[in-house]
């Protein structure tokens, strides 16, 4: 659980940072999201075509929860409901409240990048438990974890390899798993010493 070196097998998409060349393309791809959730909003959201504030608030906190892959905190469900709230004051619509908050996450560091902290910023130690999903799910999938592994993260049953091995087993025979492999032509044997 202290490792930290579960990179993606073969992703050139995934860096350390976002600079000018392709902050543009997260804004194009932000903002698609969040007009696809306009065009869609019933379907995407499950509120209805005109939602309830309360029904697109708690869209809005499922998403941002998928988005950063974890529970969020009380400071960015505030943030969030603040977005929220001043958005659909400007706009004075429930849905474009759920448009543009829903750019609003898709443009968010907790969205743009992984982070391996763990409990303690300060020092390396074990990683949470969401960190742990997203790490397994990236190395194995090169994208996101499923719902099973974030509700495993939140029930903290990612503690042990026999919590996580059944996952692996599954994760595995997923066609995403299956399409992340190596090519066999990149893999090298190791040189036995």
């Known amino acids: 659980a202290t490792a930290r070196t579960f990179p993606p097998l073969s992703s050139p998409q995934e860096g350390p940072t976002i ?10 791809l932000a903002s698609a999201a969040g007009d696809y959730t306009l065009a869609n909003l019933a379907a995407v959201t499950a509120c209805g075509a ?10 809005v906190k499922t998403f941002a929860e ?4 974890r529970p969020l905190t009380a400071a960015e469900t505030t943030s969030l409901t603040q977005l929220y709230t001043e ?17 609003g996450i898709m443009q968010s560091p907790q969205f743009l990048y992984r982070t ?27 994208g996101p974890p499923d719902q099973a592994l974030l509700d495993a993260a939140k029930q903290n049953k990612l503690a042990t390899a026999a919590d996580i091995a059944p996952h692996v087993d599954r994760i595995l025979a997923t066609p995403a798993a299956r399409s992340n492999r190596p090519a ?3 893999i090298r044997p190791v040189a036995r010493l």
């Not at 005109?50 to 869209?59: G, V």
């Not at 391996?116 to 090169?142: H, K, P, R, W």
């Open 116 to 142: 391996e902290f763990g409990t303690n910023q300060a020092e390396a130690g074990v990683m949470t438990s969401s960190e742990i999903a997203s790490e397994l799910s990236y190395f194995l999938t090169d």
């Open 50 to 59: 005109a939602p309830t504030d309360d029904c697109a608030q708690t869209f």
């Open 87 to 103: 958005v659909k004051t400007t706009y004075t619509t429930v849905p474009e409240a759920v448009q543009y908050t829903v750019y």
């Open 66 to 69: 998928k988005a950063y892959r």
């Open 184 to 186: 066999r032509s990149t």
């Open 19 to 28: 600079g000018k060349t392709i902050w543009p393309k997260n804004d194009q």
